[in-house]
């Protein structure tokens, strides 16, 4: 294991974990508008994936795309500011947790609907294919999406004219209360991938190592003509499926804390401090820098103004 | 010296508009089934193939919300693209992409994303073609905001307006009449653009503004002249884009003659007809001489029989008798 890659990873999950532990908080004591979807638990999948990319690679998320956007370099105060309804994000609070758009970060986007962000990141592939521009383009999905035509037409094309993009599902089981074995008789995603000729991988979710390597070998391969890949990461969502959903009445609390216990961020630490080599004084220093830089993202947002009223009507068509 | 003027049908205007554009502009992609070699369903791309090649003329399979969804991806990009769901009623399959994806990207990201997406379709009822392949919804696009709908009436039109759609930096909803592109015109030699939201007058008129779009442009021409022979004289007007709309031009026309009539292929509920009466009671309420006329296709499923179909749709005979009784009252 690298020791500086891996504190660079460890920090960077972390840096989501709080994120999204603060974002909950914000939203149980009222300041935050609409709807949110909370990341924790999945870290290690964005993380993973985004550190193998370059800053105008694209990446296409979901309704679940906080640590999507920070992981693929959206500063967090953006985040949180657009989280806000504040006029100071990339997206100036026009679009909220759900479809937020940071370009000039190579972020295209959460997305509200299920599976749409797969077609869109091949069709943004088709166009780095044409300009030769040398971009990979990443669809994160979940395991709801696998099931719907967006799937398994964007997968399609994506193969067809091999297509410089990596599909992502991450499959943490559940699309709300749905077990993905009630949706489906083939659970392997990963399996999936052999219906359109193109590989397909499975990795362990929880194991941030082994999704950085996965993904490496497979933004590599896109990027060299290669074609798409689909990945399935075997993750799971400590939380509800959004900020209000207990998340218990369709998961047993055994398996929650059985996959709690296999957290991502934890098994890092414990690998950093007993054969990474690393000391307990770097992992802390990482730690605190982390609070700072949430502290001042919070802060940030919590002063940010609010869009002018009258500039409602911007931007409508272009 | 004179322009030079030729004749051209309206399907091969929008070929030569296709034409000069992906001349033009190197970014434009064309995405659609039939659309490479084949040269189009409709010979909509005829010619295009051979000049421009299959990485940019991209034959689909039949998967209209995938390649739509891929278009859109396109745009946001940095390409621009066209996507060809060849009949309107195949656009239902990718509604969730226009309506949800690329209508909202622009507004939603702050102006910092575009989807200069063109939507090309063809819509309406020609040969008895039934439910399925005869729909005329162009209504569902222009109540979503973010994107803009073109339905041309004829050649000139085609041309001018196909160009300038594919220079516009938000989706274009673009809907042609199956039953127009044999129908002909004569156009200029030269390169022109017609802007979005200018409405064509086809013919002036004293006592009452007869608007309609696409194929109820020529219903209404031929009811124009109908009643010209009983006294009546009427205005055609032909808004071009349903969004935007040339509110101006169609408001000036109404106070000018005191009354209106909307001819409309799709059925009258929630849809553009209504848009335009509201638009005449808004604008124009002291100038009204009678109550706004809608002129719509009847509520009911396209039938398959001719007998019933002829019912269904406006005709220059209905268009008449109704404008006739208005005018009478
Ligand atoms: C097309 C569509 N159908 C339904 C929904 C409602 N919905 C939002 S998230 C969700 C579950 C998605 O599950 P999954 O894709 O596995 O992602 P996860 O929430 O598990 O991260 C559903 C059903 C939606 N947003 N879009
Ligand atoms: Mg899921």
Redesign the pocket.
Known sequence: MDKKLALTLYQKMLQLREFELKVQELYRRGLLPGFV?LYVGEEAVAVGVCANLQPTDLVYS???GHGHALAKGVPGREVMAELWGKSTSSSGGRGGSMHMYAPEYGFMGTN?????GIPLATGAALSAQLRKSGQVVVAF?????VN?GSFHEGLNFGAVWNLPVVYVC?N?L???E?AFRRATKNTSVQSRAAAYKLPGVEVDGSDVVAIHAAARAAIEQARSGGGPTLIEAKTY?FVG?HEGDPGTSYRTREEVEEWKGRCPIKSLRNKLLQDGGVSLESVEQVEREVHEWLDEAVQFARESPEPEASTVYDHIYS | MPEQLREISYVDAGVEALREEMQRDSTIVYIGQGIGPRGGNFRQTRGLCPEFGEERLRDTGICELGATGVAIGAAMAGSRAIVDEVFLDFSLEAM?QIIQQAANICYSSNGKIRAPVLVRSAMGSVRNAGPHHSHCFYGWFASTPGLKVVTPATPYDVKGLLKSSLREECPVIFIEHKALYNSKEMIPEGEYLIPLGEARIHREGRDITLVGISKMVHIALEAAAALEKEGISAEVIDPRTIVPLDRARIAASIKKTGRIAVIDEAPAMCGFAGEVVALACEECFDALDSPPLRICSLPIPSPFSPVLESQVIPTAERVVKEVRKLMEN
């Open positions: 979807h979901t309704h679940r509200g609907i299920v599976g749409a999905f979940g395991d709801g999406a719907s991450e943490n559940y699309a709300t749905m969502r499926h | 969730t």
